[in-house]
């Protein structure tokens, strides 16, 4: 009885981090990968949801519309490969000419540690490859910079009928909450579109969700509350005339 309840035990663990997205990334050999995924942010909701507070490249004075996340080398069945080699080398050359479409150099940092030494290419071409799938990508006119509020299920519309030969199998809308965060779109290693493998798939559950430059920030996290206390006596009576007070 112990064996077969270990088994079912290790069973049901190994179920648990397959569906984990944090378990999907793992070590490969730089270059053995199927296909990218271009994830475009939409700006006002990564500004207003970031957990680490609004990144001043691109949440400052000018106001972004969607921006390359990133491209991410990508399998077939849903994993992808991650930190494939200790490269931190970005020529500040590079950096020059990515920000207008990627206008956060912490980003790009972390992007290509983590995604570009898996493409199996040196970090100026990885960028330019980058740049390369930005510029094949049309953003929808009417959603091309901060403006009107847009239905989500019409942001996936906007983006095929402005873009030729994209499906709908090969894009997928990402919300937070109620808000648009992303649009990712998948192409090939030559950077035509493709059907996205599994597990890249419309995320917005809310049937009100939108792309909107109205969004809220994140709730703090809510505090316990606290354990009840004895009652405190009462205050003193105040200091008189020309006693000073500590500062608070």
């Known amino acids: 009885m112990r064996s077969a309840a270990a088994a079912i035990l290790s069973a049901l663990v190994a179920g648990l981090f397959t569906a984990s997205p944090s378990w999907a990334q793992r070590r490969a050999e ?3 990968f199927d296909y990218y995924i271009l994830s475009l942010s939409w700006t006002p909701t990564y500004c207003a949801r970031d ?20 491209l991410w080398p990508q399998y077939n069945d849903g994993s992808y490969p991650a930190t494939c080699t200790r490269d931190r080398n970005l020529p500040k050359t590079v950096v020059d000419q990515t920000m207008p479409v990627m206008p956060s150099v912490g980003l790009m940092m ?17 960028f330019a490859k980058l740049r390369a799938a930005a510029a094949k990508v049309t953003i929808p006119e009417t959603i091309r910079s901060p403006g009107p509020t847009v239905p989500a299920t019409q942001v996936e519309r906007l983006f095929l009928d402005a873009n030729p030969g994209l499906t709908a199998e090969g894009v997928a809308v990402i919300c937070s ?5 992303e649009v990712r779109v998948c192409l090939n290693k030559d950077l035509g579109f493709v059907a996205c493998g599994q597990k890249v798939v419309d995320r917005c559950r809310d049937r009100d969700a939108a792309l909107s430059t109205d969004v809220a920030p994140s709730q703090p996290r809510r505090s316990m509350t ?23």
């Open 30 to 32: 730089p270059g053995a």
């Open 226 to 248: 606290p354990l009840a206390t004895p009652a405190l006596p009462p205050a003193p009576a105040p200091a008189p005339a020309g006693v000073g007070a500590p500062v608070r």
């Open 110 to 126: 972390h992007e290509w540690r983590k995604h570009g030494t898996c493409s199996g290419l040196t970090a100026t071409d990885y």
């Open 177 to 181: 909450r109620r808000d648009v965060s």
């Open 51 to 70: 957990r680490n507070g609004p990144d001043p490249d691109q949440c400052g004075d000018r106001k972004y519309g969607f921006v390359v996340h990133g």
